[in-house]
């Protein structure tokens, strides 16, 4: 379970608004990529136990995102669209969402932990953390805001696109996105970089 561990050894060193970043939406063949960035405060409790927003219940990390939204002493999300995506591949497009969320964030962290193990290319110190929405509750906070939000716009999408089934499975590569694919090819939010294998 993610915990202040990271945050308190920044903090000690003199860093006082430490975010966390993460995204949303990498490896799938339809919809944004979500990019999350979260300030906690060192005293800070979430009212619902935070983990890999993947491990948790629908309800619980929509508890989480209101939470979070609420107390976080900064937060910020970018929506980096697949038009984009396909425009200069899935991590350069996540690297400027990350970029872009970052810079917009008031106030402004001081350091930044990023999950993963690249980093974007920021005015401010950032370490990337493998694992971290499993290890950094900043980063664990980032996870829920990009999960839900990206969840979020994957429904609307499936009022839009009815035919794909995105409420289901958010544009993952599942056999029932695969199935619908051969059937009606490509709906405009697709990513069309993105290999779309043949179901048998």
């Known amino acids: 379970m993610p ?4 945050e308190a050894a920044l903090w000690e060193k003199g860093f006082r608004r430490v975010a966390g970043v993460d995204e949303a939406g990498r490896g799938p063949l339809a919809g944004p990529v979500v990019v999350a960035a979260v ?3 060192a005293c800070w409790h979430c009212e619902v136990p935070l983990d890999d927003s993947k491990r948790m219940t629908p309800e619980a990390r929509e508890a989480a995102f209101a939470h979070v939204r609420r107390e976080a002493l900064a937060w910020r999300m970018t929506v980096v669209p697949p ?3 396909d425009r200069v591949n899935i991590l350069q497009a996540t690297l400027a969402g990350m970029c872009h969320t970052v810079a917009c964030m008031q106030p402004a962290p001081d350091f930044v932990l990023v999950d993963g193990n690249r980093a974007p290319e ?3 110190p950032c370490e990337t953390v493998v694992k971290g929405d499993a290890r950094s509750m900043s980063i664990a906070a980032a996870s829920v805001l990009a999960k839900v939000a990206r969840d979020r716009i994957m429904r609307v999408y499936a009022i839009w696109y009815p035919q794909w089934g995105f409420e289901r499975h958010k544009g993952y ?4 996105h695969m199935e619908a694919i051969s059937r009606h090819g ?3 939010i697709h990513r069309f970089s993105f290999r779309v294998r043949r179901v048998e």
């Open 122 to 124: 920021l005015d401010v």
């Open 186 to 188: 490509r709906s405009p």
């Open 39 to 41: 300030v906690l405060p």
């Open 173 to 176: 590569g599942t056999r029932m």
């Open 3 to 6: 915990d202040f561990g990271l």
């Open 83 to 85: 038009q984009e995506i």
